[in-house]
């Protein structure tokens, strides 16, 4: 049955069938039917008191931060509770981020004492670090457990766990000794101890380690999971792979907007107000309104030039077009390489010579191309195709050297590199591609 169809149940209060239906759907699509706008706060709360207990607690992790704090605001204190206890710890500080203070303040009324120590100790750590994003629930081992010890303490502790199939052995002190999968523990011999199995190579993150490079390291190896030790190395929790895929959903989504020459927002776009999502934009037009006063200017300073060759005029629009799709082209690659790790800082004169080398290529044909339209189907003079034809092939040139080397300049920084994206590139490119243009037309032209 299609979500439609519940709706309309859900509107003619069938609550037996609706009860019966979603009993037999996957957690994700109930709470995406239940976000339906068409639904005020009251009958969302009906139907999600229908849903057996440990569903709706997986339900309610689905719903996003505004839905969360709707149902939060209409449970009891007891319903509260209960979501509170049952929670992954992750998903309870996210939780917990994204609620205002009073909401906070009646959440933590309802965690133990030991609970708070460890919420508040989460809530310190920066909003895009390892520490935020870790959990504290994954299985501990001891080195000297046997196989059949070990078996017995996942079987004991697992259902609590996010998972399981990853297992950390940790000494007295909590430092991270090793790892072991969990297949490994099932195939071997009962007797066999931990610490002959368990691999002590390993690879983890620092609570202070920024979200971007824990994606980094899940994105080289395709872990499931991945421990968090403090500067101690103690293990203080470990980030599994759904947690980080929110996190490479987030970054590529302020990517996009910055290189929109937007500034990012976490907010849905059908619950941003009109100022709130004005305000996000008109920061950047106005600084890219105002940069480009310079092609302006550059224009005035050549007024005897174009008047004396009007048709020169024409061709401007072309060139910047081309030269700020070279640019943005050059530019995406290298946001894309440098947010993936492809490429890194040391790689900057390698990128420059092989855009320099695709520029040449690509502008040369190009060049070619536009000279003989210009030549036999514009009918302009051998001079203006020349000029015209010359400045498009030094553009490109030029325009692709800086889409590849101003992201990189940009992370030696400590800025996001798709700030050096096509807005801004092209507003550089168009100047530059008019100093060109003109310098050229002074020399071939001769006025």
Known sequence: ?????????????????????????????????????????ATILIIFRMLPKDFAVEVFAHFSSEQQLNLVNAMTDKELKYIIDELFFDDM?????????????????QSSSEERKLINQFLK?????????????????????TVKDAMA??????????????????DKNRSLEGIISLRLIVVSNEDALIRDLMEDEIIYVNTHDDQETVAKVFRRYGFLALPVVDTQNRLTGIITVDDIMDVMEQEATEDFQRMAAMSPSDDPYLSSSVFTLSKKRISWLLILMVTATISGRIISSYEELLSSAVILASF???????????????STLIIRGLATGEIEMSDVFRVLWKEFRVSVVVGIALAIVNFLRLMYITRASFT????????????????????CVAPIIAKKLR????????????????????VVYFSIATVLIGI
């Open 125 to 145: 750590y920066p909003p895009d670090s390892a520490g935020s994003l870790m959990t504290i629930e994954y299985v501990e081992l001891k080195k000297d457990m």
């Open 153 to 170: 303490h996942i079987k004991e502790t697992g259902l609590s766990k996010e998972t399981v199939y990853t297992c950390y052995v940790t």
């Open 93 to 109: 500080i996210d939780l917990l981020e994204e609620m205002p203070a009073n909401i906070v303040s009646k959440i933590l009324m």
């Open 415 to 434: 800025l996001d590199p798709a700030i050096m994206a096509a807005p801004l590139i092209t507003t550089v490119v168009d100047a530059v591609a008019l």
């Open 384 to 403: 203006v195709s020349l000029t015209v034809s010359l400045t498009l092939f030094v553009t490109i040139v030029i325009a692709k050297i800086v889409g």
């Open 1 to 41: 049955m299609d979500e439609l169809n519940i709706l309309e149940l859900i509107q003619q209060k069938k609550y037996v069938e609706v009860k019966k239906i979603l009993s037999e759907m996957n957690e994700v699509d109930i709470a995406e039917i239940l976000e339906d706008e068409e639904l005020d706060i």
């Open 316 to 330: 401007m629009p072309m060139l910047m077009n081309t030269g700020g799709s070279s640019g943005s082209q050059a």
